[in-house]
């Protein structure tokens, strides 16, 4: 059999836009172009010094083996703890499972939890690698789609539309990527309403639950009550918040049947994940909020100052985020889609945006405020001259 005769399934799997952007943008910077790139889903701040000091203590101490395949029990203990103080959940070290990143985490639960033609409902603008794991896991994504005018957040009338006898699960992503949208509690409490109503499981990405602005409330999906958080599988890690993307590590909690179901499944793919790295985000925890608190403050003045530059550009519509690091600007005025848009963006200015549709989302663009103060004023001087110029 020729190497080249692949699994139908993977052979399906579109490659991520975000990082072939970064990657087209970080070849023009290379050739010595001026470039401003939106594009990246990261902090552009280091990770705090005394999560890297403890990593590196860790290794001049030998932790350099493997761990449990669940994690470290003392990492584990120590996010039971962060749950049940800042999100008002209460999980045993026993139900939560560290893995390599809160992607690698999304992943194994749709493997261990979808048979062959089960459905799950995706919030659309979503973030783009949703789909292409529901599918790897021989699942289907339903899109229901969220409109601009109603702030990009689905309803149950709107989920309802969408459900069938197929329909296994519920994606929640709140703070959301590609939107920065946050549910308010009471909206939250219908949507479960709705999942415990149809008997579904409610995936819950909350990567983004820290960074959120002007006072606004994130609460955790798992904790608006004991039925919803029996049916609930939280996600979260530590690559946002702390700024440690390339740690690769992130972690799920939630009903026990599942977690071991996926403790299994993780055992005979990564197996644990870095020893080292666990110690750093035990480090992170204890550590408290303030590197949290300070990143999160630069942050919020970009958004305001990035906020106001679109929104003064004709042609431009823009849904103001309250949480995460990213808006999602409307370009349908310019009559053309948003890989046209992007590239050409891209090829006349050096600003380096991603093209909505890979988000369900072909007449936005998405952007990232993860970058400097000085990026955003000059790429949005750049493309606040290509908008005025089409």
Not at 114 to 137: F, H, K, N, R, T
Not at 146 to 170: H, M, Q, Y
Not at 256 to 285: C, D, E, N, R, W
Not at 324 to 347: C, E, K, N
Request: with cysteine; hydrophobic share 40%; proline share 6%.
């Amino acid at each position: 059999m020729s190497v080249d005769q692949l699994n139908e399934t993977i052979a399906g799997i579109t490659p991520s836009v975000t990082l072939a952007i970064t990657s087209k943008a970080k070849a023009m910077a290379a050739e010595g172009k001026d470039v401003y790139s939106f594009a990246a889903g990261e902090p552009d701040f280091d990770t705090p010094d005394h999560i890297k000091q403890a990593a590196i203590q860790a290794l001049h101490d030998g932790q350099t083996k493997y761990s449990p395949g669940d994690g470290l029990q003392s990492l584990r203990v120590a996010i039971a703890a962060d749950l049940e103080t800042f999100n008002t959940i209460s999980y045993t070290p026993g139900q939560i499972i560290l893995s390599c990143g809160a992607k690698h985490s999304l992943f194994n639960i749709f493997m261990a939890l979808l048979q062959p033609g089960d459905e799950v409902l995706i919030p659309s603008p979503y973030w783009l690698s949703y789909p292409e794991m529901v599918s790897i896991a021989g699942g289907r994504s339903v899109f229901v789609d969220a409109a601009e005018c109603d702030g990009f957040k689905v309803t149950p009338d709107s989920l309802a539309a969408a459900i069938t006898p197929r329909t296994r699960a519920l994606v929640m992503n709140s703070p959301s990527n590609p939107i920065g949208t946050v549910y308010e509690r009471a909206e939250l409490e219908a949507i479960a309403a709705f999942a415990c109503k149809h008997d579904l499981v409610v995936i819950s990405d909350e990567i983004y639950q820290q960074i959120v602005y002007e006072g606004t409330e994130s609460p955790s999906f798992a904790s608006l009550s004991p039925e919803v958080y029996d049916r609930t599988v939280t996600v979260n890690g530590f690559s946002k918040s702390y700024s440690m993307t390339g740690w690769r590590l992130g972690y799920l909690a939630g009903p026990m049947p599942l977690v071991k179901a996926i403790s299994a499944l993780q055992s005979h793919s990564t197996s644990g994940p870095t020893t080292f790295a666990q110690y750093g985000a035990l480090a992170a925890i204890k550590g408290g909020r303030a590197c949290v608190t300070a990143m999160r403050d630069a942050f919020a003045e970009r958004r305001t100052y990035l906020y106001e530059r679109l929104t003064s550009m004709p042609g431009i519509t823009c849904v103001k985020p309250m949480g995460a690091f990213y808006m999602l600007p409307g370009i349908g005025a310019f009559g053309m889609d948003s890989l046209t848009f992007a590239a050409r963006l891209l090829d006349a200015t050096g600003v380096a945006v991603v093209p909505g549709l890979p988000f369900g989302a072909d007449q936005n663009i998405r952007i990232s405020y993860a970058c400097s103060m000085d990026n955003i004023r000059e790429g949005m001087d750049r493309m606040e001259g290509f908008i005025k110029g089409l």
